[in-house]
């Protein structure tokens, strides 16, 4: 098992950064990668980044390219998302997956970023 925990998570202004962070524990010796995705009310889900467990390769979904940024921590086993130029359209819940492999994921609780104008 793996157990994902979010924070971060909160209100900012347009505009803004926020830093998001998902701590993973359990069987990380397994983990492949990590990323985030987001999903707003009455909206599909987006991809928003992904790294592979060593750091040394991350994607990004084209609606965040130049603006998120994510990263790892492998002593604390946690991954870090670094928002700036927050706007209304980023307003979302954003949850942390891990991957053991394509069939296996794990999730986080998904915490709120609300944006306000």
């Known amino acids: 098992q793996v157990q994902l925990v979010e924070s971060g998570g909160g209100l900012v202004q347009a505009g803004g950064s926020l830093r998001l962070s998902c701590a993973a524990s359990?069987?990380?010796?397994?983990?492949?990668?990590m990323g985030w995705f987001r999903q707003a009310p009455g909206k599909e889900r987006e991809f928003v980044a992904r790294?592979?467990?060593?750091?040394?390769?991350?994607d990004y979904g084209d609606i965040v390219k130049g603006r998120f940024t994510i990263s790892r921590d492998n002593a604390k086993n946690t991954v870090y998302l670094q928002m700036t130029g927050l706007a209304s359209g980023d307003t979302a819940m954003y949850y942390c997956?891990?991957?053991?492999?394509?069939?296996?994921?794990?999730w986080g609780t998904g915490p709120q970023v609300p944006v306000s104008s």
């Open positions: 359990g069987r990380t010796e397994r983990i492949n990668y």
């Open positions: 790294i592979m467990t060593s750091g040394r390769r991350a």
């Open positions: 997956p891990a991957h053991l492999s394509a069939a296996v994921q794990y």
